[in-house]
């Protein structure tokens, strides 16, 4: 069974640079045709896909977010992360990781609360 689960501080100032992990377990983050995304919703919105990192360690962005995002991963710790520089109050928002094969989201952690606020 794959269990992924986010950790990260959950207050954030303007400005700041968010940054969030992802810790998967009973998988390799590694493993061929595996995509790990990161997935936000704000409050009152609908699910915003925000960017993934490949088994094979490419990342792809959303356009809208790619200026200010990077995720990466450490194999050793079977861990991916996020950094969303320059964040602002609408970066507010659920975050969640999920895992991705043809297309399909099949696992999720549960989610982590975070609040951009001075």
């Known amino acids: 069974q794959v269990q992924l689960q986010e950790s990260g501080p959950g207050l954030v100032k303007p400005s700041q640079t968010l940054s969030l992990t992802c810790t998967v377990s009973g998988g390799s983050i590694t493993t061929n045709y595996y995509y790990w995304s990161w997935i936000r919703q704000p409050p009152g919105k609908g699910l915003e896909w925000i960017g993934y990192?490949?088994?094979?360690?490419?990342?792809y962005y959303s356009p809208s977010l790619k200026s200010r995002t990077s995720i990466s991963r450490d194999t050793s710790k079977n861990q991916f992360t996020l950094q969303l520089s320059s964040v602002t109050p609408e970066d507010t928002a659920v975050y969640y990781c999920?895992?991705?094969?043809?297309?399909?989201?099949?696992?999720w952690g549960q989610g982590t609360q975070v609040t951009v606020s001075s």
């Open positions: 990192i490949a088994y094979s360690g490419s990342t």
């Open positions: 999920a895992r991705a094969v043809r297309s399909v989201y099949d696992y």
